[in-house]
């Protein structure tokens, strides 16, 4: 007879151990996560993002992401920086206005103590973005310039005002960032690596972004955005190279077929059918052909 002891699938207690100590590093990760004490690692994170989309023709959409901390200092709305909750309604009303319509606000998430909240919005002009107050800070300008497409920013001062800011935990070198999605190919541009201070490549999905430490932004040191693309959308462009690329397939295949019944219906000349003679047109041999061959039989033998 086995005892249970033996029974046990040998192994089991380890892999057990390891399934605890998995799930303990993902507690850990998680809450040090929450925390804000992880960057860089699922991207890096800013006390203050504009992230802009915008077409050719000025329509498009933004996303705010922020803290209440932020909002209050950089943009002077009226918020507690230091509150443990956000009211979704009431930052919605902040920011709807006659250029801009609020998509959502979705739910609000803690990081380093600080409420932060996101505002999705949508606008017809992105030259008219600075009539809603919480955009004031921007001039944008968008137009052809030597046929292509040239788009400005200009971040101007931040709504701080003397000796308003409060200790929410910042240090300064927190990250404000001007993201910035465009339609067509990029062919200059003036964003640079904020550590490095070199220019920065173009990011996958045509994104560039322009990043200040915290401290610079609330002293109103400027931001200056300036890009040249074409005047020709990329969307647009795949567009035509796949009703393009579409078409000649559809001509190649309709060759194709109309060759094939083409030479279906003509006579094959390299096979021949074969021609079977009629009997009633057999000519039997003449007398004077019979007696020749005879002669040619006897000279022979």
């Given at each position: 007879?086995?005892?249970a002891?033996?029974?046990?699938?040998?192994?089991?207690p380890?892999?057990?151990?390891?399934?605890?100590?998995?799930?303990?590093?993902?507690a850990?990760?998680i809450?040090?996560w929450?925390?804000?004490?992880?960057?860089?690692?699922?991207?890096?994170?800013?006390?203050?993002?504009?992230d802009?989309?915008?077409?050719?023709?000025?329509s498009?959409s933004?996303?705010?992401?922020a803290?209440?901390?932020?909002?209050?200092?950089?943009?002077?709305?009226?918020v507690?920086?230091?509150?443990?909750?956000?009211?979704?309604?009431?930052?919605r009303?902040?920011?709807e206005?006659?250029?801009?319509?609020?998509?959502?606000?979705?739910?609000p998430?803690?990081r380093?103590?600080?409420?932060?909240?996101?505002?999705?919005?949508e606008?017809?002009?992105?030259?008219?973005?600075?009539?809603?107050?919480p955009?004031?800070?921007?001039?944008?300008?968008?137009?052809?310039?030597g046929?292509?497409?040239?788009?400005?920013?200009?971040?101007t001062?931040?709504?701080?005002?003397p000796?308003?800011?409060?200790?929410v935990?910042?240090?300064?070198?927190?990250?404000?960032?001007?993201?910035?999605?465009?339609?067509?190919r990029?062919?200059?541009?003036?964003?640079?690596?904020?550590?490095?201070?070199?220019?920065?490549g173009?990011r996958?999905?045509?994104?560039?972004?322009?990043?200040q430490?915290?401290?610079?932004?609330?002293?109103?040191?400027?931001?200056?955005?300036?890009?040249?693309?074409?005047?020709?959308?990329i969307?647009?462009?795949?567009?035509?190279?796949?009703?393009?690329?579409?078409?000649?397939?559809?001509?190649?295949l309709a060759g194709?077929i109309?060759w094939?019944?083409?030479?279906?219906?003509?006579?094959?000349e390299?096979?021949?059918?074969?021609?079977?003679?009629?009997?009633n047109?057999?000519?039997?041999?003449?007398?004077?052909?019979?007696?020749s061959n005879?002669?040619s039989?006897?000279?022979?033998?």
């Amino acid at each position: 007879m086995v005892s249970a002891a033996h029974a046990r699938p040998k192994g089991t207690p380890r892999a057990k151990r390891w399934l605890v100590v998995v799930g303990i590093l993902l507690a850990v990760l998680i809450l040090w996560w929450r925390a804000g004490d992880v960057r860089d690692v699922f991207g890096r994170q800013y006390e203050y993002e504009e992230d802009l989309t915008i077409d050719l023709d000025g329509s498009g959409s933004l996303t705010v992401n922020a803290s209440l901390a932020a909002l209050s200092a950089l943009r002077g709305l009226d918020v507690d920086p230091l509150g443990q909750s956000v009211d979704r309604d009431r930052i919605r009303t902040l920011y709807e206005s006659g250029v801009t319509r609020v998509k959502s606000v979705p739910r609000p998430w803690r990081r380093r103590g600080r409420q932060f909240v996101q505002i999705n919005l949508e606008f017809d002009d992105v030259r008219k973005l600075n009539q809603a107050a919480p955009l004031s800070w921007s001039a944008y300008q968008l137009g052809q310039e030597g046929g292509q497409h040239v788009f400005r920013q200009t971040v101007t001062a931040s709504a701080l005002k003397p000796g308003a800011l409060k200790n929410v935990g910042w240090d300064g070198s927190e990250i404000v960032a001007f993201r910035l999605h465009l339609p067509s190919r990029i062919l200059e541009h003036n964003a640079r690596d904020l550590e490095k201070d070199e220019p920065t490549g173009i990011r996958r999905g045509n994104i560039l972004s322009w990043e200040q430490h915290l401290a610079d932004r609330l002293d109103s040191r400027p931001v200056t955005v300036q890009v040249r693309m074409e005047s020709q959308s990329i969307l647009y462009r795949t567009l035509f190279l796949f009703i393009g690329a579409f078409a000649a397939a559809v001509l190649t295949l309709a060759g194709l077929i109309w060759w094939t019944i083409r030479r279906g219906t003509d006579p094959d000349e390299s096979n021949p059918k074969l021609q079977i003679p009629n009997p009633n047109q057999l000519e039997s041999p003449t007398p004077n052909a019979m007696d020749s061959n005879q002669r040619s039989e006897r000279g022979s033998n």
